[in-house]
């Protein structure tokens, strides 16, 4: 497992998650390898198939990622990257499966930055069909390849507002994260004015008109993009989406170990 950023859930869930499979995860933290820094990515990629059996990254830059894959002769799984976060959403779904009992008609409403979550989300979106809708300040929205990619997919409705309050009409789903990503955790004064108006609070889940639920990737910046009151309420499904990280992941290394 390499990070070159921090993490609790994911570096938890892998080495855990690994361990009850009967296997044994290795921690390469940011101040160990220096992957792309001390050794060229493609070189670490070559050395670390050599004892492993998949590797696990978290990296900076999704170029990198894609290279790690290229010259891994081992499977390479996406713990994040700048660009998408992918066993965070596959997670997200199968929990949304598990608490509503199917995928039907499903709006999720995505209020915040459209950030690398987002970018995942949409990607998924290509794979499965929902409604997806957007709310995000003006300048914030995501990488316009990939909104173009899930629309042109043809299965999943993809819509983008500026407007919180309309965007979660009829959501099933009310889903956020922090406005400062890592590695742009520089901009977080900055975010805070821009995104006023974007916090999830009770209002804006009453805004929906449904019994929807609301989820979070986590870590939360509790009172910034969501209030106390919305992360901690019953219909705040953010600790059991958490857990599930494992149980998808697992899954996902079962089927590359070609046991699943
Ligand atoms: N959601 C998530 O990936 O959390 P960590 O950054 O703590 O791994
Ligand atoms: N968008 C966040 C997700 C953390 C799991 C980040 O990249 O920091």
């Known amino acids: ?77 996406n713990g994040l990257s700048d660009y998408n976060h992918p066993c965070q959403i596959m ?37 499965l069909p929902f409604n997806f809708t957007i709310a995000c300040p003006e300048g914030y929205q995501p990488d316009p390849d990939t909104i173009k990619l899930a629309k042109q997919a043809g299965l999943s409705e993809i819509a983008i507002s500026h407007d919180p309050m309309q965007a979660v009409r009829d959501a099933d789903v009310v889903y956020t994260d922090v406005w400062a990503s890592m590695g742009h955790k520089e901009e977080a004064d900055e ?19 449904k019994d929807s639920i609301f989820m979070h990737c986590l870590p939360a910046e509790r009172g910034v993009e969501v209030t106390d009151e919305v992360l901690d309420a019953p219909y705040s499904i953010v600790f059991p989406q958490a857990e599930n990280r494992m149980h998808v992941q697992n899954a996902i290394m079962l089927r590359l170990l070609g046991k699943g």
């Not at 830059?61 to 290229?70: D, G, I, K, P, Q």
């Not at 805070?192 to 805004?207: D, H, S």
Request: positive net charge.
């Open 191 to 209: 975010r805070r004015r821009k995104f006023e108006g974007f916090t999830v609070t009770a209002q804006l889940m009453a805004a929906t008109g």
């Open 1 to 77: 497992m390499i990070f070159a950023k921090p993490s609790a859930r994911t570096r938890i869930s892998f080495e855990t998650g690994f361990y009850r499979l009967g296997g044994h995860a290795l921690y390469l933290g940011p101040d160990d390898i220096g992957i792309g820094k001390r050794e060229a990515v493609s070189d670490i990629a070559r050395v670390v198939s050599g004892y492993n059996d998949i590797i696990m990254a978290r990296l900076f830059e999704h170029r990198h990622m894609l290279e790690l894959a290229e010259h891994a002769s081992v499977p390479v799984v």
């Open 91 to 127: 997670a997200d779904m199968f929990t949304i499966l598990e608490h509503r009992g199917h995928l039907d008609n499903l709006k999720i409403a995505y209020v915040g930055d459209g950030n690398n979550i987002v970018h995942s989300w949409l990607r998924l979106a290509c794979r």
